[in-house]
């Protein structure tokens, strides 16, 4: 079982930046592959980024390759979320989550999720 808590979201205007951050409990954090997902109103749950268990293998949705960048510290039992370049299209309840798999195409399969955080780009 783990835990699973994001904070950093918040409103932004276009082509600001925010750092997400995932803060996990739990069962060792290093043997979870990490992703970030997001959800727009009226929309469903999309991918966005996703690393392994040691940051050797990172995984981006094309519309977000270039502006975001996705990190693990796993001394800090963290897993963070750099966004630049936002747009108001990037508006969404961005949720961590965690999975024992992850596989060479940067895909897992999330047994955990967080509560979600809230990002608002403002054009």
């Known amino acids: 079982q783990v835990q699973l808590v994001e904070s950093g979201g918040g409103l932004v205007q276009t082509g600001g930046s925010l750092r997400l951050s995932c803060a996990a409990s739990?069962?060792?954090?290093?043997?979870?592959?990490m992703g970030w997902f997001r959800q727009a109103p009226g929309k469903e749950r999309e991918f966005v980024a996703s690393?392994?268990?040691?940051?050797?293998?990172?995984a981006y949705a094309d519309l977000v390759k270039g502006r975001f960048t996705i990190s693990r510290d796993n001394a800090k039992n963290t897993v963070y979320l750099q966004m630049n370049t936002l747009k108001p299209e990037d508006t969404a309840v961005y949720y961590c989550?965690?999975?024992?798999?992850?596989?060479?195409?940067?895909?897992?399969?999330?047994?955990?999720w967080g509560q979600g955080t809230q990002v608002t780009v403002s054009s």
């Open positions: 739990g069962r060792a954090f290093s043997t979870y592959a």
């Open positions: 989550a965690a999975s024992t798999t992850y596989d060479r195409s940067g895909s897992l399969s999330p047994e955990y």
């Open positions: 690393i392994d268990w040691n940051g050797g293998r990172i």
